[in-house]
């Protein structure tokens, strides 16, 4: 037996040893004919590379393989540069007569949902926020709603956006197939299904701290980068008013934090209510998603725990169109949004509190995410600071400072062109000459 044993050993051995020659010879081959290098030149005639610093004239962004490499003074040609390789492929995007800034961010978006200004909604989504996944045909059929409104958001000039809330599995599987280059469309960071307070269906709901444990987790084996949860009503339901109470208790939502945490994973509360606001940055969210009714004492809890407000103010176009037919206690809500929100979000931002914007596209049309910043402007904010929230803040509340946010060397080219400087005028970011998303052009001015 022993000598069998090594009868086969010996073989085995020969075998690899005339193998192995072999295996290391393609390897080394596989090495030497590595992809050449991908090198794209950016000639900006301005350069806001740092929202909240000062912008630059006549630079050239080099972007090696999707990452940026240098940014060097004037406009440099592919003989000035130090590529790695005779065989770089080397191209040029010419941008010199436009006002060049980072790509932009928005971190409240359902890309799935198409409710647009006129309220009309795609087959499948029900009352949006509240229905749980019905069908497999649901899903699918979303999905492709999906992929449409993700390329109109790429399109409007926002390379990265926080995905909070949909139904099923269609938005992961959109994230990972963007991720993988086999769709286009911005980078996303999605939840899953929103937890509620609700029966414990497995599809988000949950009404105790164990339960919401459970739903929690169900959401990050689902694939979800962030947990959202709905601290208080829908501000378009009559409970969604000043004085209401949160629809979670205090142990619930500090387990559903808590559980975030063993992954890594930050919790977006949807709050109206001041009282929902407060119990929810208290517990330890890092975002509150609309916040319409913020107040001092949130302003102070929301400083101390790091918290972000994401204002969602484009809503208000839809309470503007809605409100002519609304009547009783609606009415009353609805104008009271209008005259709060905007006001509470310059508090919020007078007192310390960061803002990283947030459009609700979905609920407002997507593709339109810049109106945002508009509203951020007319109700007090300058575009300087407009562009910081959906940029610097918004790559801070995603927890991707060293990655994305800005235009510096070792991060992902990212990087949008318009006609003139939004500092002087926001409004110019609605039409988008040119977008670049990871070193590549999604769009070149025509």
């Known amino acids: 037996m022993i000598s069998e044993i090594m009868r086969k050993t010996a073989v085995v051995s020969t075998a690899l040893a005339i193998a192995l020659p072999g295996a290391v010879a393609a390897f080394a081959d596989a090495e030497e004919t590595k992809a050449p290098s991908e090198y794209l030149l950016v000639h900006a005639g301005s350069l806001l590379a740092v929202p909240g610093e000062a912008a630059v004239e006549q630079v050239t962004i080099v972007v090696r393989d999707g990452i940026i490499h240098e940014v060097l003074d004037g406009f440099v040609s592919r003989d000035e540069v130090d590529v790695d390789s005779d065989e770089a492929v080397v191209d040029t995007l010419d941008l010199s007569d436009y006002f060049v800034l980072p790509g932009l961010m928005d971190m409240h978006v359902h890309l799935s949902f198409e409710f647009g200004v006129d309220g009309q909604r795609s087959h499948g989504i029900g009352d949006g926020y509240a229905q749980q996944y019905k069908s497999a045909k649901d899903d699918v059929y979303n999905f492709a709603t999906a992929i449409s409104n993700a390329q109109k958001t790429l399109h409007a000039g926002y390379t990265t956006v926080r995905n909070v809330g949909s139904e099923g599995w269609h938005i992961t599987a959109l994230r990972d197939a963007i991720n993988d280059g086999n769709l286009s469309g911005p980078r996303i960071f999605t939840a899953a299904h929103t937890i509620r307070v609700g029966a414990d269906d497995g599809a988000g709901s949950c009404a105790s701290v164990d339960s919401c444990r459970r739903a929690t987790r169900a959401q990050i084996d ?175 509340l995603l927890g991707m400072s060293d990655r994305i946010g800005t235009i510096e060397v070792g991060k992902a080219a990212d990087l949008i062109a318009v006609s003139s400087s939004p500092l002087e005028n926001i409004s110019v970011l609605k039409n988008v000459d040119a977008v670049v998303k990871d070193g590549a052009v999604v769009v070149a001015p025509q």
């Open 222 to 396: 689902m694939g979800a980068d962030v947990i959202k949860v709905y601290a208080t009503c829908s501000g378009s339901k009559p409970c969604g008013y000043q004085s209401a109470p949160s629809v979670f208790l205090e142990d619930e939502l500090r387990a559903i934090v808590e559980t975030a945490a063993t992954r890594d994973i930050r919790v977006a509360a949807h709050a109206h209510g001041t009282k929902g606001i407060n119990l929810a940055a208290s517990a330890g969210v890092a975002s509150i998603e609309h916040g319409s009714y913020n107040d001092e004492q949130s302003h102070k809890i929301m400083k101390r725990n790091g918290v972000f407000l994401v204002p969602t103010l484009s809503v208000q176009d839809n309470i503007h169109e809605d409100i002519v037919g609304a009547e009783g206690k609606m009415l009353e809500i609805m104008q009271a949004f209008l005259d709060n929100h905007g006001p509470r979000m310059l508090a919020a931002h007078k007192a310390g509190v960061k803002i990283a914007a947030g459009s609700d596209a979905g609920v407002t049309k997507h593709g339109n995410n810049a109106r945002e910043l508009e509203f951020y402007v007319e109700n007090g904010l300058t575009p300087e600071e407009a562009i910081v929230a959906a940029t610097v803040h918004a790559a801070e």
